[in-house]
Nanobody, 115 residues
């Protein structure tokens, strides 16, 4: 079955960087777009970044120029490089794949930006 496992979250000071990873299994990873979402306390889950099968990327306005999504099809992994982090980036970050007719989610990884 489809499994997505995020890692790389943690506590970082404002202005710092983190790199999130999402390891995928159970489906043809290279044939599907991948997305990163985040959900802050008391807020709705929001789309942060998307990468297509061919590597085209899209970003939320709030992270453009600071975050970079990438994928390694051989490793079946999608990454989110996050730079210039600020407290507003604090959230649980989830990777997502829409496979067949269903959305699949990882368990999430907490990112906390605080001094």
């Amino acid at each position: 079955q489809v499994q997505l496992v995020e890692s790389g979250g943690g506590l970082v000071q404002p202005g710092g960087s983190l790199r999130l990873s999402c390891a995928a299994s159970g489906y043809a990873f290279g044939a599907y777009a991948m997305k990163w979402y985040r959900q802050a306390p008391g807020k709705q889950r929001e789309l942060v970044a998307r990468i297509s099968v061919g590597g085209a990327t899209n970003y939320a306005d709030s992270v453009k120029g600071r975050f970079t999504i990438s994928r390694d099809n051989a490793q079946r992994t999608v990454y989110l490089q996050m730079n210039s982090l600020n407290p507003e980036d604090t959230a649980v970050y989830y990777c997502n794949a829409y496979v067949g007719v269903k959305d699949f989610w990882g368990q999430g990884t907490q990112v906390t930006v605080s001094s």
